[in-house]
């Protein structure tokens, strides 16, 4: 069968989660060093390491079938390829920011004002949506230092906790779009094996990473107020222990709803509870 090319970020905020991802998926490869291209020893894909600007455009023409980037790149590089799968990480918003001082004070103050971003595209569909007229400036780096050097009145950039706007004397004023990290397709791709089987990895180590192992011990007498509490894949597996009038209980759940039902599991009687991680859940 002939190989799948992936396209993914060569150094930066996704190179890592994203290499991450397709070793936890099984695949056996080397990461990037020199060679722009790598081929996993286990499976039929080939790894292509880019700038993430480019992986868009890869994926539109068919140079790569597929690509990890962030939605946001997508969108402003306005490529037309598939979208796969969301990855939950690489999770960011695009912001307008303004001077701490600023006199702007909602969106239609930005009439007539300069705004620097290195996403005119997205920014622009912002504008045009809210009928906002500014003059885009378009510069591709360290667009915070923009209202300061007297460039712009605003910025438009991606923030995830906002230490960096703080740091430039700028405060975040509107939300623009949302991100993360996604896996695109090229059009065309839909009936492909090897994409299938990869997905369906991807999609386990996904649901793994939502979810907890747990096992705790409970008397027999309290069981089934422990199984009302926690509502597992299925119903949970009981084991008795050597000790007589009691079970251990194992299950899977979901982290986030495991921090909420740690008390009332314990005041329901549950003891020794053991919370581990798990690798993969295949449905
Ligand atoms: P490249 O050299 O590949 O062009 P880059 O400098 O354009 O890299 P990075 O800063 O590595 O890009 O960010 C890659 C992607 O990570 C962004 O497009 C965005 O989707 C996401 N991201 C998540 N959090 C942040 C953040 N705090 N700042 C910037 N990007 C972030
Ligand atoms: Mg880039």
Redesign the pocket.
């Known amino acids: 069968m002939k190989n799948l090319k992936i396209a993914i ?6 190179n890592e989660k994203s290499v991450q991802l397709l070793k936890n998926c099984g695949l056996d490869f080397e990461n990037y060093k020199s060679s722009l291209i790598t081929s996993a020893s286990n499976f039929n894909l080939e790894i292509l390491f880019l ?3 480019d992986i868009p455009g890869y994926v539109e023409q068919g140079i790569a079938d597929l690509g990890i980037v ?1 939605e ?2 997508i969108d402003e590089t306005q490529a037309k390829v598939n979208y796969l799968q969301r990855l939950g990480f ?3 918003t695009l912001k307008l920011a303004i001077a701490k001082d600023s006199t702007i004070q909602d969106l239609q103050d930005l009439n007539g004002k300069s705004i620097a971003t290195s996403y005119p595209v997205i920014l622009k569909s912002f504008l045009d949506e809210y009928k906002i007229n500014a003059d885009i400036q378009t510069i591709s780096g360290s667009v915070e230092i923009a209202p300061g050097l007297g460039l712009s009145d605003a910025i438009c950039d ?1 923030v ?1 906790t906002g230490g960096t706007l703080k740091s430039n004397g700028l405060k975040p004023f509107a939300d623009v779009r949302k ?1 993360e ?1 996604i896996l695109i397709g090229r059009e065309g791709l839909e009936e492909n094996e090897i994409l299938a089987e990869l997905l369906q990895r991807i999609q386990s180590v996904l649901r793994a990473k939502e979810t907890k192992y747990v096992v705790l011990n409970v008397e027999k007498a309290n069981l089934p107020i422990i199984t009302e509490i926690l509502h597992g894949v299925k119903s949970p597996t009981v084991v008795p222990l050597a000790e007589e009038g009691w079970v251990a209980v194992h299950t899977v759940i979901s982290e986030d709803d495991f921090w909420g039902k740690i008390n009332v599991l314990k005041s329901a009687g549950a003891q020794g509870i053991v919370v581990m991680p798990i690798e993969k859940i295949i449905l």
Request: glycine content about 16%.
């Open positions: 970020q060569k150094s930066g905020r996704l700038r993430d600007d962030g946001n790149v690489g999770k960011c991606i995830s991100s990290a």
